[in-house]
């Protein structure tokens, strides 16, 4: 029994749409010996569907992380959604005096910075000559206001380049505000 190409390509398409579970159930299966599997011509949707589930896992670990950090300071806030609902390639979590306690991969991504450089650290260590002192006032008003907000700031990488970022930042709390929890995504 001979199978063509178009065929080929729809199992590709298939079995990179399976769920983990799903696929362990079928991986098993004996594919016959009759079969010319050609070579991989839908790399691009397999690297797709593999780049989506990377992220996916990498999200889910992060949100584990900041969970566990949740437990421990017994914050009510809904992290779950709170990462979920919104874009984000960095995120920062700052004690109540801004000290940096705990960033993503995202982060050193980001700036080029290491975890264990910024903590203990403020953001301050991002900002610069040209970093805007209306926006660092606005920041510092909003974070009394003890409010979410949305900011843009400018900020400088480790090579000393400089990014747009957009910032949003949330109190964290359990009877009040111990931390807060910055997402921050580079803007063009």
């Given amino acids: 029994m001979k199978h063509d190409l178009s065929e080929m390509m729809c199992l590709d398409i298939y079995l990179s749409n399976l769920s983990p579970n799903e696929y362990k159930k079928i991986r098993h299966t004996n594919v016959p010996s009759s079969i010319n599997i050609p070579p991989l011509k839908s790399w691009d949707i397999f690297s797709e569907h593999y ?6 896992i990498k999200k889910e670990h992060e949100l584990n ?12 806030n809904d992290f779950d959604k709170l990462l979920n609902e919104n874009e984000y390639d960095a995120v920062i979590i700052t004690d109540i005096n801004q000290k940096i306690v705990w960033v993503n991969d995202g982060f050193s991504s980001m700036t080029g910075y290491s975890k264990t450089f910024a903590t203990n650290k403020t953001p301050r260590f991002l900002q610069g000559e ?24 400018l900020n400088y990488k480790k090579d000393k380049t400089t990014y747009k970022c957009e910032v949003k930042i949330i109190p964290l709390y359990n009877n009040r505000t111990t931390h807060y929890i910055a997402l921050e995504k580079e803007i063009v």
């Fill in 51 to 56: 780049g989506k589930r990377l992220l996916e």
């Fill in 130 to 153: 040209k970093t805007s002192n209306l926006v660092k006032k606005r920041i510092k008003q909003h974070i009394k206001l003890n409010k979410p907000f949305r900011e843009t700031i």
């Fill in 65 to 76: 992380q900041i969970i566990s950090l949740s437990k421990r300071f017994k914050w009510k």
